[in-house]
């Protein structure tokens, strides 16, 4: 991308509360000024290898490719909503640490058992989660969820060791690398607290240690092809 990203001054934001825990949850439709810029910059050297690439220690079944220096400059000038909205009103610094064009490509018989469960990125409670999806909706959305056998909804620090020794249990009594699947509604371990739909230019953020996963529909075929995959762009937005 050579020219500036904007937000767009009429873009809509519906803010929400979700689960037993009340999880705030921000939907910021029509987000993006550039939106066709973006999915254009997605497309650029598709073929290169500086292009999209897999990485052994990130857990996300797809590739990725950092996004534009100036994307992050975007995400900034929603300091004030994400303020307001996640209760970070004595936060003047917000730092964007990992930005990144995502596809989903894994195929169903390649998932690891924790790439079938939802996932919590960090137990921080300083650290949001942004997803801007850049595809249409039949690709899929974004679902919060709730461990049953808990009932933890959000994986602090102090419920960190618990939650990991049970549901490493559970996955085991569970056999699931013997029926892989995404997971996209309730399951024996897991009740569905609420599911994001995707939609052109529809920015998705909530904390980062929230039990969430990626309503990934592995029907539409799992391309590679920014222009064809299940393309968003991926952030984390921590506050100082």
């Not at 996004?67 to 975007?74: F, I, K, R, T």
């Not at 964007?96 to 018989?109: E, H, L, M, N, R």
């Not at 039990?211 to 222009?227: E, F, K, R």
Request: charged share 15%; glycine share 4%.
């Amino acid at each position: 991308m050579t020219s500036a990203t904007f937000l767009n001054p009429a873009m809509k934001v519906t803010r929400l509360v979700v689960g037993n825990e009340r999880i705030p949850v921000l939907v910021i439709d029509d987000l993006s000024l550039n939106y066709n810029e973006l999915i254009a910059c997605a497309c650029e050297n598709v073929n290169h290898s500086s292009a999209f690439t897999a990485s052994n220690g990130d857990l996300y079944p797809g590739v990725r490719k950092p996004s534009p220096a100036n994307y992050s400059e975007q995400l900034k000038e929603l300091l004030p909503i994400l303020k307001s909205s996640f209760n970070f009103i004595d936060s003047n610094d917000m730092k964007v640490v990992f930005s990144a064009f995502s596809i989903a490509t894994t195929p169903v018989t390649k998932l690891r058992p924790i790439q079938m469960l939802p996932h919590f990125d960090t137990p921080s409670v300083n650290q949001l989660a942004a997803v801007h999806f850049l595809c249409a909706k039949a690709y899929g959305g974004t679902s919060l969820y709730r461990h049953k056998a808990s009932g933890f909804e959000r994986i602090t620090q102090q419920r960190l060791a618990p939650y990991r020794a049970m549901i490493k249990q559970q996955a085991i009594a569970q056999r699931l690398h013997e029926r892989p699947s995404y997971i996209s509604s309730d399951t024996t371990l897991f009740e569905q607290i609420a599911s994001l739909e995707a939609k052109p230019n529809r920015l998705i953020v909530y904390p980062s240690n929230a039990l969430h996963s990626g309503n990934i529909n592995p029907d539409l075929g799992l391309s590679s092809n920014p222009s064809t995959g299940r393309l968003t762009i991926s952030s984390f937005l921590a506050f100082g």
